[in-house]
């Protein structure tokens, strides 16, 4: 009956992910123009510490895409 459906239409957006490091949420951007897959490495803000943010495209066929944060492989010194 309803159609709450359109909801998941959206292209450029932030999803609000804890830092593996410091544990305090940020948002980090979604771009869905740039990959089904993508990998790539920011920097905290409150901490400074480098993360790797994935996000997978692929495994929800409705649409949706999934986010997931990991600690940048740290070099020990
Ligand atoms: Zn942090």
């Known amino acids: 009956m309803g159609s709450t459906r359109r909801f998941m239409r959206f292209w450029h957006t ?3 992910l804890p830092c593996p490091f410091c544990g305090n949420f940020g948002d980090i951007a979604v771009d869905k123009g740039a990959g ?3 990998t790539y490495n920011e920097a905290c803000e409150s901490c400074a510490q480098t993360r790797v943010i994935h996000l997978d495209m692929t495994i929800d066929a409705g649409g949706g895409v999934r986010v997931w ?9």
């Open 69 to 77: 944060v990991e600690r940048a492989e740290a070099t020990p010194s």
């Open 36 to 38: 089904k897959q993508q």
């Open 14 to 16: 932030t999803v609000c």
